[in-house]
C-alpha cells in the first residue's frame, strides 16, 4: 500500500509543468524602438544652374529641439553613398533653413537629418531630387561629322577666343554637328569674321537644331554678334554651317560657343 502511495507521488511531481517567464516579440521590438525626430523639408526648386544658383530647403523639425543642429546631406543620382552639405541651426519654432551651392552638372538628392539626442532616435526628411546645370564650351565635347572646319582659337576685334568653330575654306561651305542627346537648355555664342578676314570679305552662319534653323545671321568685317543664346531645349543633335567669300577671303568663326546641358 505505501509503494502505491509512493509512485502515485513520484507521478504527481512529474506531470507539474515548469513554467517559465519569456520576452514576446513585441515586448523586444518595443525596447529596441525609441521615439524619433520627425523631419519635414522642401526645396526651392527642381533645376538648377551650376555655380550661379543658390539652392534653399527649408523644413520643420518635431519636437523642436531648437538650439540643435540638422544636417544636410546628399547624393549623385548613381552613387549611394551620402556626403554632407552643410548644417543649420533650428530655430524656435522648430524650423531651419539649409542652403547649397551646386558646382557640377547632373541629377542629385538631398536630406536632412536630425540626430539622435536624448532618448529620441535621429529622423530623415524624405528625398527632394535637384537637376543641375552647367556651362561647358561646346568644342571640348566630341563631335560629329564635320567639312572645311576647325576648332580652335579665334582673334575677334583683337580678343582671343578659345574653342572657336572656325572656317577653313574660301568659298567651298563648312559643317559641324554635335549630339546634345536632349540633356542641354541652352547654346551661347559670338558671331563674327575673324581679324584674318580681308577688307570686304563677308561670310554667312547659320545654326539648325535637329534640322531646323534656330539661328543665322549675314557677316561683314566690322560685326561682332556677342553673347547670341538660342533655346535647345530638347535637342538631340545640333548643326553649324559656315560660308566664306573667297574673294576678297574671309574667315566666319563661331566664337567660344558653350552649352548649358546636365549629365
Request: aromatic fraction near 6%.
Amino acid at each position: 500500500m505505501n509503494r502505491l502511495i509512493a509512485a502515485g507521488a513520484g507521478l504527481a511531481l512529474i506531470a507539474t509543468p515548469l513554467v517559465v517567464t519569456t520576452a514576446t516579440a513585441s515586448d523586444t521590438t518595443a525596447e529596441r524602438t525609441a521615439p524619433a525626430y520627425s523631419v519635414s523639408a522642401a526645396i526651392n526648386k527642381a533645376t538648377a544652374i551650376a555655380r550661379e544658383d543658390t539652392v534653399k530647403i527649408r523644413g520643420k523639425v518635431s519636437p523642436k529641439a531648437a538650439g540643435d543642429k540638422v544636417v544636410l546631406q546628399q547624393r549623385m543620382a548613381n552613387k549611394k553613398a551620402w556626403s554632407v552639405s552643410g548644417t543649420a541651426k533650428i530655430k524656435a519654432n522648430g524650423k531651419f533653413l539649409l542652403k547649397d551651392d551646386p558646382t557640377t552638372a547632373g541629377t542629385r538628392f538631398y536630406r536632412v537629418l536630425k540626430p539622435a539626442a536624448g532618448k529620441l532616435a535621429k529622423g530623415v526628411s524624405r528625398e527632394l531630387e535637384l537637376v543641375v546645370y552647367a556651362w561647358e564650351k561646346l568644342g571640348f565635347r566630341a563631335n560629329g561629322p564635320f567639312s572645311n572646319v576647325t576648332v580652335n582659337t579665334a582673334t575677334i576685334a583683337t580678343e582671343t577666343f578659345p574653342a572657336s568653330i572656325v572656317s577653313t575654306t574660301f568659298g567651298p561651305p563648312g559643317a559641324i554637328e554635335y549630339t546634345l542627346g536632349r540633356k542641354c537648355l541652352k547654346l551661347r555664342a559670338t558671331y563674327a569674321l575673324t581679324d584674318d578676314t580681308a577688307t570686304g570679305g563677308t561670310g554667312t552662319v547659320a545654326l539648325k537644331v535637329d534640322g531646323t534653323v534656330a539661328f543665322a545671321a549675314g557677316l561683314a568685317v566690322g560685326d561682332v554678334l556677342e553673347d547670341v543664346q538660342s533655346d535647345v531645349t530638347g535637342a538631340f543633335r545640333i548643326k553649324y554651317e559656315l560660308a566664306a567669300s573667297a574673294n576678297p577671303s574671309a574667315v566666319v568663326a563661331v566664337g567660344s560657343p558653350e552649352v548649358l546641358c546636365t549629365k
